[in-house]
């Protein structure tokens, strides 16, 4: 089943013109927009349930408390997590991260453990585990990123003589956000239990393209952020395996985390309140809940199917251009919905800038990867990353504002 170009009028934002031109938006990676479904439950939230959770015996927390609730057992209906008390919620990729580095780390590891990464993440997920192995004197590694132009990967020769029994985790990505990689995240997970080690998977460019299932998955941690598959911002979820996060001493302390406190000190409740103390982001949660309705209702494989063929388009076609550089898996190679490019002779700030004067929104830095840039020897690339209300037509807009770019610059 493919996805109906009618769906883009759930979305209120892409209806208007930037500077004359109709909005193509092609920022998903950093932030999607959202269905009116997702706006409607939160302005509703705060029109008739507005109220504190947990604590309350009135009509209105009840209700909050529900909606709150929901969102949990909806979260992990999601990602088929085993139960809810394994979904935490928290601001996003990045605090679920922080969160495992400071709670699972800093109670387990010391020198002489190993931390395993690569060269492929985010900055939310690596200087996390730069800090976290300053603080224990645990050794971080990282798996290298291989290939030339349009064929990068993750090695995984390397990997194999990396992954010893030092290593107490490996955290990756699933989707690389720069290169556009899909990882075999279960063949991963798999090669780190081998050894022991626990896995956390960075979610954060999959979750709202990708199926799912954390149990299939076999992996110990996995994060995202609400924002990037349609839901709100200021909300994401840390899963763990419940016995895990049981064990695991809390982030933040305060109220509604604790079951009894004296003056000399306190006892805490078990996961996920846990590790969410004072009052949550209900509002947010509620939408992110009628964010998973969304993407279930249109059908994971089919956003998949269709992301994957915009981004193949995109790949082909932008390969296609003299003077620019595509990264990440070639044409006809797996690539999740996304293409990074560098230009020869522009910097990607000016590509971006002249590509909003054609309506289009792209995105132009390091992607919160200078790392992995400056392997590249690279300053920046220009990245044009799609959602399920993108087009065919779209992508040829890209490309002919992508020429444009060439001849202006070409003098
Ligand atoms: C791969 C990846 N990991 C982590 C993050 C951080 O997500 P957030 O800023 O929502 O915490 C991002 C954001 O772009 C990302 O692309």
Sequence with gaps: MSLSPDLRLD????????????????DNGATTHKPRSVITAMSRFYERDNSNVHRGLHALSMRATDGFEGARARAARFINAAHA?????????????????????NANLRAGDVILTTEM???????????????????????????????????????ERLLTPQVKLFAFTHLSNTLGVLNDA???????????????????????????????????????????????????????KRALLDAMPPYQTGGGMVVSVTYEGATWKPSPERFEAGTPNIADAIGLSAAFDYLDALGRPAISAHDHALAQHAC???????????????????????????????????????????????????????????????????????????????????VKSMRRILKFFAG
């Design 85 to 105: 008390a394994e979904i935490v919620f928290t601001r996003g990729t990045t605090e679920s991260v922080n969160l495992v580095a400071h709670s699972w780390g």
């Design 121 to 159: 993440e985010h900055h939310s997920n690596l200087v996390p585990w730069q800090e976290l192995a300053r603080r224990t004197g645990a050794t971080l590694r990282y798996v290298p990123v291989i290939g030339s132009d349009g064929e990068h990967g993750l090695d995984l020769d390397a990997l």
């Design 186 to 240: 279960a063949a991963l997970c798999a090669k780190a239990r081998a050894v022991g080690a626990l896995t956390l998977i960075d979610a954060a460019q999959s979750i709202g393209h990708e199926p799912i299932d954390v149990q299939a998955l076999g992996c110990d941690f996995l994060a995202f952020s609400g924002h990037k598959m349609a839901g709100p911002t200021g909300i994401g979820v840390l899963y763990g």
């Design 11 to 26: 979305f209120p934002a892409l209806d208007q013109l930037v500077g004359g031109k109709p909005l193509v938006y092609l």
């Design 316 to 398: 082909t076609a932008l390969s296609e251009l003299p003077g620019i550089r595509v990264l990440g898996p070639k044409s006809g190679q797996p690539r999740g919905g996304l293409v990074s490019f560098a230009f020869a002779e522009a910097h990607a700030h000016d590509v971006v800038t002249f590509a909003d004067q054609d309506g289009i929104a792209l995105r132009g830095g390091h992607h919160c990867n200078q790392p992995l840039m400056r392997k590249f020897g690279l300053p920046s690339t220009t990245r044009a990353s799609f959602y399920v209300y993108n087009t065919e037509a779209e992508i040829e807009l890209l």
